[in-house]
């Protein structure tokens, strides 16, 4: 799959539709990159634009928004509740796909001298782009805003990264950088300002300072009022929504609004959020109230309840998730988005890819299916109420090996491209010789890797599958016959794909270590079949 890489710049500029339009188009026009979302505050004065693409595209897309910005915004005129110090404020570069943070890091220095080179405007470095410790963070760089650059540019510590240390009126300062996903938070209260305020300084990394830190890790926050909304918010910036998750962040700051007596009224995603952030909350919330969710669809919607996230305006998943939007705009969207015949037909083509690795992984997501299928059908009616409890804990692990075998079917092509690939690498010097050979010895570990992760993850299911042959609704007793079957089948034909590319591998240690574990796993997997198939026949109507 392609390289993707998003691009997140953030304009001064929230009320003049004509601006904010302009540096949509420009984003828009520049070849290979896709806009996917445009964010207005009014109050903030400030346009958080976010948009994929190749990493030489995105550096091209934000080059041309930022000519635009350079010709339209006058920061010597400006005013907003949001900190910033340059018409283009802040242009983060963040990993989406197939591509590391070091290449992030090389988009943010390219377009950090090419800004400064065309612009004639300094720029700093940040995050993990940063090439001095006080400069990681955004908010020490930002210190004292566009208002303290002139005294701070004077400063040979604050000289910037790029381009001259002179105050350029118009502008200000850039700052760009290369970051993991940064999520846009803001949850609403009827209080002041600074009661919003206090509960940020509470809650955000930071604190009060260094001798009164917060609670929350990863974590910034500043509380402020929404004139055109009548409200104020907590609004924070999730640095890494794993270490602290929406859902943390929601809850934490209901508590302390609550010792308060201050009314939480629902919250806001700025820009987008990545689809793992959503199901995270989702889980948090699933267990914590022990509710039965398995559809994503619902899962996501129960979160917009729980956390508020349509208070402000109407919260669209399909525009506003990261995932989906990509998908949408993602010509070669792989195997799986295929219709069936068309999946079919690509496997009878006169071509080494997709073959039984994918057909592997195929059969053992429709063997999960079926495993859930049957678990679904013996839940949720009174014929089979005293199965409940038993259905809640047997059919998630189903549902979930579904969508991640479904997923192994594009991985197993791919791994098996990527030893093509190699194959094709330049072999004319010593050299080139070398790394063609290290980079096949490399994509055929690959070729090896997906199917042995596909015939452990179908092996983790024989223990549900079998006390599901116990209990189940007996009407589907063939559908769970056919779904052992195809689950013994997927592990079948990930142990043929392991064994035919390790013949090839000249790591001989690696080769028997694998041969004795696939071995092993196909054993399970044999025994398990016969085991469910065993129980089911016992079983009378």
Not at 151 to 159: I, S, T
Not at 163 to 177: D, E, I, S, Y
Not at 242 to 267: F, K, W
Request: glycine fraction near 8%; proline fraction near 5%.
């Amino acid at each position: 799959m392609a390289k993707l890489v998003e691009c997140v710049p953030n304009f001064s500029e929230g009320n003049n539709k004509e601006v904010i339009d302009a540096v949509a188009q420009a984003i828009s026009r520049t070849l290979g990159c896709v806009l996917l979302d445009v964010d207005a505050g009014p109050s903030t004065n400030r346009t958080v634009y976010t948009f994929v693409g190749s990493p030489e595209a995105v550096v091209e897309g934000a080059l041309s928004a930022a000519r635009v910005a350079g010709q339209l915004i006058d920061m010597s005129q400006h005013s907003g509740e949001h900190p910033r110090m340059g018409a283009l404020d802040v242009c983060p570069f963040v990993p989406v796909r197939n591509v590391s943070m070091e290449e992030c890091v090389t988009c943010a220095h390219i377009f950090g001298q090419r800004l400064a080179a065309e612009l004639g405007v300094p720029v700093y470095l940040y995050g993990a782009a940063a090439r001095h410790e006080n400069r990681k963070a955004l908010p020490s760089i930002r210190a004292g805003e566009y208002e303290a650059l002139p005294e701070k540019l004077a400063k040979p510590e604050w000289a910037p990264d790029f381009g001259p240390p002179t105050f350029v009126p118009r502008w200000g300062a850039t700052v760009t950088g290369a970051r993991t996903f940064l999520i846009a938070y803001n949850i609403n209260l009827l209080c002041t300002k600074e009661q919003a305020h206090r509960i940020a300084l509470n809650i955000r990394e930071q604190g009060r300072g260094p001798s009164q830190p917060g609670r929350l890790k990863k974590v910034q926050g500043i509380g402020w009022y929404l004139e055109e909304e009548n409200m104020a918010q907590v609004s924070t910036n999730l640095l890494d929504f794993e270490t602290t998750p929406l859902h943390t962040v929601y809850e934490e700051i209901c508590r302390d609004a609550q010792e308060l007596n201050l009314p939480v009224v629902g919250s806001q995603l700025v820009g987008l959020v990545p689809k793992k952030a959503i199901l995270d909350a989702a889980d948090f919330y699933i267990k914590k109230e022990k509710l039965f969710i398995l559809e994503e669809e619902q899962k996501i919607r129960l979160v917009v309840s729980r956390l508020g996230l349509d208070s402000l305006s109407p919260f669209h998943p399909r525009e506003r998730i990261i995932e989906y939007l990509v998908e949408a705009g993602d010509v070669g969207r792989g195997l799986v988005a295929k219709p069936l015949g068309a999946f079919v037909r690509a496997v009878g083509a006169r071509s080494a890819a997709p073959g039984g690795g994918s057909v592997s992984a195929a059969a053992g997501a429709l063997g999960a299916a079926l495993g859930s299928m049957v678990g679904l059908m013996s839940y949720g009616k009174r014929q089979f109420e005293d199965l409940d409890s038993i259905m809640r804990k047997l059919v998630p692990p189903f549902h979930q090996a579904m969508d991640e075998l479904v997923a192994m079917v594009d991985a197993d092509s791919c791994a098996f491209n990527s030893y093509m690939e190699a194959m094709k690498l330049p072999k004319n010097t010593p050299e080139e010789r070398e790394r063609r050979t290290a980079a096949m010895q490399q994509g055929l570990k690959m070729a090896v890797g997906v199917p042995y992760g596909l015939a452990e993850k179908v092996n983790g299911l024989w223990p549900a599958l079998k006390e599901l042959a116990q209990h189940c609704n007996l009407a589907c007793k063939s559908d769970i016959q056919v779904g052992a079957k195809m689950l013994e089948a997927a592990v079948f034909g990930a142990y043929f794909n392991v064994i035919i590319n390790l013949k090839d591998i000249t790591d001989d240690k690696f080769k028997l270590v694998m041969s004795q574990k696939v071995s092993g796993l196909l054993e399970e997997a044999k025994q398990g079949s016969a085991v469910v198939l065993a129980l089911l026949e016992k079983r009378v109507a």
